[in-house]
């Protein structure tokens, strides 16, 4: 089996201080480190869970990743990894988002430690203002025909107009390196808009959050991705745009006490709407091309 | 003009150390004293920006109480007081409920000593966990004939389960003070479900909550009221339900910045999920019912 490292990982844990990092394989899987201090044990708890749940219709199991088992790594240290379809797998050259929902990364069940260390970090980042926060993101540059990605470090100080302006990067065709420019938006119809984009599966995610009381996602990511290929040969309409939802080292069973994910369904309406005014947008600024042509 | 106190306030501030509580008179209005600490002036900010915003839709204006200026009243040491209308003025055997709503009731602007102490109540309460709290309620008692209020101190200590009972006992004909006795729910069907029943009006609320960015309702109640009167003369379906959404010295604008107010929007959809609830086991039950009929 040969594995390497992925090469788009835009957030989460990298190989460090000896720790392996994420691997994947080329047949479409992808291997993830359980996490330290039971993380690890409580991401491989809800893949079982999740992955045996019957009462999660099959519309909603697509926004996850399959789960293939766990399976011990050689080469690794032999360490257990949670072996995962690799999302990234039939993109050739994907721009992709990692967006933290909620207005709380934090849980009432958690360590006082890990509480204060998240109200930190939700407080400094748009997590508590807007909702979610923007973990990382990686965008091919059509001008300079290479991936552009943001320091985390830049990323972590950004506020709400700071989401908004990369929320147009994302899908911009300008050169995204330059501050002053502004983002274009040329293919925001084509990945937020039209029946099978992004804004259409994040409102379908959204009537399930309104009902399911299964699972407390704390801590995930919506992932977002799109292929350039496509776009580069002209054919704007193949981006294959995509929602997973992905980090499930802090979901919480709801207990059958019946109460829905609000923390996230909260999180995940105003992000809809972030989404929703860059459409908008788009549509103005055509009507009004489309009005000064003579 | 001849002022009283209110016969069926639930929560909020009263007549306490010399302070001013609330007054209603007899034509239908209701002067609240001007809370201190800059709330006050924060409230009236907030009824005068909303009653000359013209980009609030009529079907959801009907959700907030009229607001009728401000005014020095005599006897009540000349302190000024909004005034306001008084919502339970057209009901004569109210059951009313007061719900603060938000899964935090702290907002980054406020001072860190107030941000500690909503912590505590939030975790305290039901407020983390489920979104919202119930902060006091007063129910028609059928059975006794008379009105039931359970101590403010009972009801601070509630969980989910706690909060699940209050909401049947609101609607229920059984007598109330018997925490063993088994809610009814008689009345859900008429107060909670209908073309004009409390759900209904929560999802019109809901509707425009997904898109609003005027306000950032921090610290708010949603006020639910039904009348008793017609529900003892036989007629059920005449209880009138309605949703008023209450207190608003915590109202921030949002500044332009395009943000929904997500904190109170998600608390919003997890009530809505809990009232949805007791309409769907009324159904059950109902349908059971039917079929050990013989």
Redesign the interface.
């Known amino acids: 089996m040969h594995l390497k490292t992925p090469e788009h990982q835009v957030a989460g844990h990298i190989a460090k201080d000896g720790k392996p990092g994420p691997l994947v394989d080329d047949k479409g899987r992808f291997f993830k480190p359980l996490q330290g201090e039971s993380r690890g044990d409580n991401e491989v708890k809800f893949y079982e869970s999740f992955s045996s749940n019957t009462e999660v219709p099959d519309h909603i199991r697509r926004y996850f990743p399959v789960y293939h088992g766990t399976q011990a790594v050689e080469g690794s240290d032999g360490a257990s990894m949670i072996v995962l379809e690799n999302l990234l797998f039939k993109y050739s050259k994907p721009s992709v988002m990692d967006v933290k929902m909620g207005?709380?990364t934090w849980y009432?069940e958690a360590s006082e430690e890990y509480i204060q260390k998240c109200l930190r970090k939700d407080?400094a980042s748009t997590t508590?203002?807007?909702?979610f926060r923007i973990s990382g993101f990686e965008v091919y540059d059509h001008k300079e025909l290479s991936f552009w990605k943001p320091d985390r470090k830049l990323l972590n100080g950004i506020k709400?107009?700071g989401v908004?302006l990369a929320l147009r990067k994302f899908v911009s065709s300008n050169t995204l390196s330059e501050t002053s420019s502004k983002s274009d938006s040329a293919f925001a119809s084509s990945v937020y808009g039209g029946s099978n984009g992004i804004l259409a599966q994040l409102l379908e995610l959204k009537t399930w959050f309104?009902?399911q009381?299964f699972y407390h996602f704390n801590s995930c990511s919506i992932l977002m991705v799109y292929e350039n290929d496509s776009i580069l040969e002209g054919n704007v309409d193949d981006a294959r745009p995509q929602v997973k939802l992905v980090d499930f080292a802090h979901v919480l069973d709801s207990d059958g006490?019946?109460?829905?994910d609000?923390?996230f369904?909260?999180?995940l309406?105003?992000f809809?709407?972030?989404i929703?005014?860059i459409l908008q947008s788009q549509d103005e600024s055509s009507a009004e091309n489309l009005h000064s042509s003579p």
């Open positions: 207005s709380r009432p407080a508590v203002s807007s909702g709400v107009d908004r309104e009902s009381t006490n019946g109460v829905i609000h923390n369904l909260g999180g309406c105003s809809i709407n972030f929703r005014d």
